[in-house]
């Protein structure tokens, strides 16, 4: 199932880790059919994807630290403190709900296969 998933991986994400990943996530359930391979290689897949909105989490999270107001307004002239709250809350607002929804997938997938 991996290989009919070509764009899994990001530019400048490391194929050995997320293989490695795999592997190991195959190991530990052992599936022993198609079915549940699928769901084990989906589990994996849902995996890398959360650690990589962890990731850019903290990316956000000192990305935020660093924008001030003053670097805002020479960067965009004419936006004041709503502006910037509103683009900052755009952001965290999109990667919460991304983070959400792998969540409720992942609690699917471990329903569904009790």
């Known amino acids: 199932m991996i290989s009919a998933y070509p764009d899994i991986l990001l530019e400048g994400e490391d194929a050995t880790q997320f ?3 795999v592997d190991s ?3 530990w359930l052992e599936p022993t059919c198609e079915f549940e391979q699928f769901h084990v290689d989906r589990l994996a ?3 890398w994807r959360q650690k990589r909105i962890a990731i850019y989490e903290s990316r956000l999270q000192r990305f935020q630290r660093i924008i001030t107001p ?4 020479k960067a965009w002239p004419g936006i004041d403190d709503t502006g910037r709250n509103t683009f ?10 991304d983070l959400l929804n792998l969540e409720l997938l992942l609690a699917r997938l471990f329903r569904d296969g009790n």
């Open 25 to 27: 996530v195959r190991a």
């Open 70 to 73: 003053s670097l805002l307004i």
């Open 88 to 97: 900052s809350l755009a952001c965290m607002r999109k990667k919460i709900k």
């Open 45 to 47: 897949i849902v995996s």
């Open 19 to 21: 293989h490695s990943l």
